[in-house]
């Protein structure tokens, strides 16, 4: 009996209960159902750890035991961007749902600090189109927006920022998010706070 075609069935249906329509749809459900502060800060720890532990494994050490090109650095590698790209579609649904959480919410510090530990890993294109709630939450005292700016401005210039001679703006924040180009949105967030 040949069980070629049922094995390859079976890695199809595998395959396809892990697209990423049915993982945005777990995202959405886990978040959908965080009912009480509490679920909300136990979710926000979870992602935190999760961002931390495959940190965890020191990646020039596995570099040098088994080599750049070794699958065990590859695993590390492609673990480490899973889960960024994971933990980042869960921070973009939360904050849709409930925005960044406030000082007021009194997480402990891996909640409070969980989305800016994922925002910072992912492209420019993740913290751009998350610069708005960002930014919001910046407003009110509730993220500290410098550092990832900063980040942005390095990756896209190849260069540490450093205040202009003679700048628009009299802030670093501000300036930062002039250079970046992000100003529309800054405005955007301003005009919403004030209506």
């Not at 492209?123 to 993220?143: C, I, M, P, T, V």
């Amino acid at each position: 009996m040949n069980i070629f075609p049922y094995l390859t069935l079976l890695i199809l249906l595998h395959l396809g209960c892990n697209t990423p329509t049915n993982i945005d749809q777990d995202i959405k459900a886990q978040v959908d159902q965080l009912q009480t502060l509490a679920d909300r800060e136990a979710f926000l720890t979870k992602i935190f750890e999760d961002d931390q532990s495959v940190r965890q494994s020191n990646s020039e050490l596995i570099k040098l035991n088994h080599g750049e090109d070794s699958k065990e650095y590859k695993d590390y590698v492609n673990n480490q961007i899973n889960t960024d790209a994971l933990n980042l579609k869960k921070v973009e649904y939360y904050l849709s749902k409930f925005d960044h959480p406030t000082t007021a919410d009194s997480f402990n510090y891996k909640a409070a600090t969980a989305i800016w530990a994922v925002i910072q890993h992912p492209d420019a294109d993740a913290r751009e189109r998350n610069f708005e709630k960002l930014y919001e939450a910046q407003l009110k005292g509730d993220f500290d927006l410098d550092w990832i700016l900063k980040r942005m401005y390095l990756f896209r210039n190849r260069k540490q920022f450093e205040m202009p001679p003679n700048p628009k703006y009299n802030t670093e924040l501000d300036q930062l998010i002039y250079e970046l180009g992000l100003e529309e949105k800054k405005n955007k967030v301003i005009m919403k706070m004030n209506s």
